[in-house]
């Protein structure tokens, strides 16, 4: 299956919409040997001496490919430690749990190639015209809803009018790809009552007016799904996200449809006859949520044919299950230390900076912070080289925009005491910690969620390193937060959490004012500045449809946030995905691949 490389996403540790570097370790010629005739690498994977593995030496796709039987169930596990919210729509969910749970029932309608570029491959097609800043979108073949009803172009454009509507209680529809719309922003502030830069010509066709092209559009800054607003009839924006038709009975327009929902647990799909692309490769697909402790045991005794988020720290432990082959890729997220220096101001809807009055405002703070910690160490001891350290916030998986000549703060303990010393943090009373340069007790609360073998362990190191530099850190409500909780503790700006580790998902476009912009729910930190506010406007004019100028200014921006500190990228990852070889054409290359698409998946009876 292709990995959904369209969505914008809450990750495991941290950010969901779904899209190179010479990592730790590998040797050279590890992977390169048991190609079969179909390009599948059936080769163990080695480690390094030093028991270090490389992503690249992965194989991205399965052995087993060819036309699948139209039969048979595949049985997926979603490895997590806390239940799925159950927001089964595009334009609700938050978390990566539910965007797992939907992907398998409804697709976007756009492709990408590996660029991270929308093709003409999908449902919808669009054309761009510079001259007078308009998109046209063209529905390119007839599809159907779950329930029957016939697709049209008013349900793309229904996603618009829901996400952009002045009671939508989600988290979408602040970036470019809303925002530059005529008349979106009058429309969400409920000065209009329909978007006037939107004009419906058929039941096929959408012209789309913009203030200006921005170049993130055709990187997922469209849109990418449909919203079936005939099966939210009599439903009040406010209410959509809570109601039956999002949380009980979903539907989408893919392969595979909703049979039954288990609460929090477990879906189970079975095949749309009527999808629009042909017949699925298999009667349907079982999906559940299965614990990390137990989720390796349920690949070796075959009870999951496939282990999506699969702990990357216990992958060199069971490498060697047999009649599984284990696919790798860079991951499209990374993990970091985040630091609350505002909160989120709901009358106008933006963040509220105010560095002078939070714990963690003095960015040596936070720079002697990123000094203590030792992230290329905790790269090689927990996961064996499938995550390394970070250093910017635009990471290797957009390889052409990473700057990796980026001066960060390093590993240094020393540094990080005489930084807090030149600040005027100083252990006043003798116990091992220091204050604040006014003279005040200072206690870092520190946030992490649950989840793994090694998310406790991964915790104490980090509130060990800071303690061993006189930082006085404890874990926020004394223990780890489960996942839906610890989000909630974020957004709503709780006054226990000062610092925390979480993950921000990237999307396809390089663009990271989803979680750095200004009015960008996401932007926890609630980090904002007018040098940033420039920086990712420029990013993302018009005048960046020249690479290079966007380039450059992004440069610029890794730079400052460097300088600036409000948050520091703790690792790269890559992860992996045990998949049994009963399973047919399971790939997890990036890009349009027909033969990999979600209905051409397909299981071996035997």
């Given at each position: ?106 697709e976007a309608v756009f ?204 992958f060199p432990d069971v ?236 440069d610029e921006w890794q ?48």
């Open positions: 299956m292709n990995k959904k490389y369209w969505s914008r996403l809450l990750f495991g540790m941290g950010s969901s919409l779904v899209l190179v570097l010479a990592a730790c370790g590998g040797g050279e010629d590890a992977g390169d040997e048991s190609k079969d005739e179909d390009g599948g690498d059936s080769a163990k994977v080695e480690p390094d001496e030093e028991g270090i593995y490389n992503y690249e030496d992965f194989s991205k796709s399965v052995s087993n490919t060819g036309e699948p039987s139209g039969t048979g169930t595949l049985k997926v596990g979603y490895t997590s430690d806390t239940p799925f919210e159950g927001t089964l729509n595009w334009a609700f969910y938050q978390g990566a749990p539910d965007a797992k749970m939907i992907e398998h029932f409804d492709s990408m190639n590996e660029d991270f570029q929308y093709t003409q491959d999908g449902l919808l097609g669009y054309e761009l015209n510079e001259d007078d800043n308009t998109v046209t979108f063209t529905l390119q073949e007839d599809a159907k809803w779950h329930d029957g009803e016939p697709v049209t172009i008013e349900d793309y454009v229904a996603s618009y009018e829901v996400i952009g509507h002045p009671d939508y209680d989600g988290v979408r529809g602040s970036n470019e790809g809303f925002t530059l719309i005529e008349g979106y922003e009058e429309y969400q502030s409920g000065d209009a009552d329909e978007i006037s830069g939107i004009e419906v010509k058929d039941d096929k066709t959408a012209v789309f007016h913009y203030k200006e092209l921005a170049p993130s559009l055709t990187a997922g800054g469209f849109w990418a799904y449909l919203f079936p607003e005939h099966h939210y009839e009599g439903v009040e924006v406010k209410d959509m996200s809570a109601s039956d038709q999002t949380r009980k009975n979903p539907i989408g327009i893919g392969p595979y449809k909703v049979k039954s929902i288990t609460s929090g647990e477990a879906i189970v799909l079975e095949k749309f006859e009527d999808y629009w692309r042909g017949e699925p490769g298999m009667d349907g697909i079982e999906i559940k949520v299965i614990p990390p402790s137990s989720v390796a045991d349920a690949v070796e005794k075959g009870d999951i044919d496939v282990a999506l988020s699969f702990p990357t720290d216990q490498s060697e299950i047999d009649g599984v082959e284990w696919l790798g890729q860079i991951d499209g997220a990374y993990t970091y230390i985040g630091f609350k220096l505002g909160e989120w101001d709901e009358d106008k809807n933006e963040v509220n900076y105010k560095p002078d009055e939070m714990k963690m405002g003095d960015k040596e703070l936070r720079r002697a912070m990123w000094h203590a910690v030792d992230n290329d160490a905790v790269g090689k001891k927990f996961y064996k080289g499938l995550r390394w350290e970070g250093t910017s916030l635009i990471t290797p998986y957009h390889k052409d925009w990473h700057k990796d000549d980026l001066e960060t703060p390093k590993f240094d303990p020393e540094k990080a005491k005489q930084i807090l010393a030149d600040a005027g943090y100083e252990d006043k009373d003798g116990d091992g910690f220091v204050e604040t340069p006014d003279g005040e007790e200072l206690v870092i609360k520190f946030a992490s969620m649950s989840g793994g073998d090694t998310a406790e362990p991964l915790a104490n190191y980090y509130i060990q390193s800071w303690k061993d530099v006189g930082l006085n850190v404890e874990k926020t409500n004394g223990r780890l937060i489960e996942f839906n909780s610890f989000y909630d503790m974020l957004k709503n700006d709780d006054k226990e959490v000062d610092v925390y580790m979480g993950a921000w998902g990237v999307g396809s476009d390089v663009d990271p004012s989803g979680f750095y912009g200004r009015k960008a729910l996401f932007n926890y930190p609630r980090y904002a500045s007018e040098e940033n506010d420039d920086l990712l406007k420029k990013g993302n004019s018009q005048e960046a449809l020249d690479t290079e100028y966007r380039k450059s200014v992004y730079e400052l946030m460097v300088e600036e500190i409000p948050v520091f990228p703790t690792m790269y990852r890559a992860y992996v995905t045990p998949v049994n070889e009963r399973v047919k054409n399971w790939s997890e290359e990036y890009g349009y691949n027909e033969d990999t698409l979600l209905y051409k998946i397909g299981v071996d009876e035997e």
